[in-house]
């Protein structure tokens, strides 16, 4: 069966600490792996879409990287404003366009 | 650009009322996926369609549920009847076939009292 696991849970860091979330797949044929950024009482807004292993992107201090197991969301020098919850998701195999999402990191950045 | 529209932004019901939650997809796009999202079961996808087409519908949880796309840029998602565990923030979002990217709506906050 296809899953995404997303570790950790939970992250606190301090201003300008960088750090990296994890997203695991499990997906035959992956399709694409998709990073959300979600803000309390918003909708999940869309990051990054990776397609294949060793493809990385960059967006102000966010970097996502891609693996053939997992994905890495890098955070460079976070700042309070990058608190949120990030979430993965992975677009499986077969004809289907549904999105298989993780749990979620909840990150905290302290001033 | 308009992004996904999605209304009302809160219901507040009684349990046994019929709740309809409605959503405009962005424009040119061709997937529909309605979500609904707890603390205790994430993101959960219901239901998506593909140029107005029900695609898979194995996340509805039972027959109190419906979702309709009367043309190609809304559609509706209805509970009829509601009960309190149908609490939740429901999204829609919609994408364009092949990217597969969904693009999510500001939610509807239900809740079933």
């Known amino acids: 069966e296809d899953q995404v696991t997303q570790s950790p849970e939970a992250l606190r860091l301090q201003e300008g600490e960088s750090s990296s979330l994890n997203c695991s797949y499990t997906?035959?044929?992956?399709?694409?792996l998709f990073w959300y950024r979600q803000d309390p009482g918003k909708g999940p807004e869309f990051l990054f879409t990776l397609y294949s292993a060793g493809e990385e992107k960059e967006k102000e201090r966010l970097k996502a990287t891609l693996t053939k197991k997992e994905s890495f969301l890098h955070i460079t020098a976070p700042k309070p404003e990058d608190s949120a919850t990030y979430l993965c998701a992975s677009s499986g195999g077969g004809a289907t366009n549904k999105l298989i999402f993780g749990t979620g990191t909840l990150l905290a950045v302290q001033p | 650009d308009a992004g996904v529209i999605q209304s009302p932004r809160h219901e507040v019901t009684e349990m046994g009322q019929e709740v309809t939650l409605r959503c405009k997809l962005i424009s040119g796009h061709n997937s529909l996926f309605w979500y609904r999202q707890t603390m205790m079961r994430g993101l959960e996808l219901l239901i998506y369609f593909n140029n107005n087409v029900p695609i898979d519908d194995s996340g509805m949880p039972e027959d109190r549920f419906s979702a309709k796309m009367p043309n190609a840029s809304f559609s509706t998602l209805k509970i009829q009847p509601s009960e309190p565990r149908d609490s939740a923030v429901y999204f829609c979002a919609s994408g364009r076939i092949p990217t597969n990217e969904q693009f999510f709506g500001p939610g509807t906050r239900l809740t079933v009292l």
């Open positions: 997906v035959s044929g992956l399709r694409g």
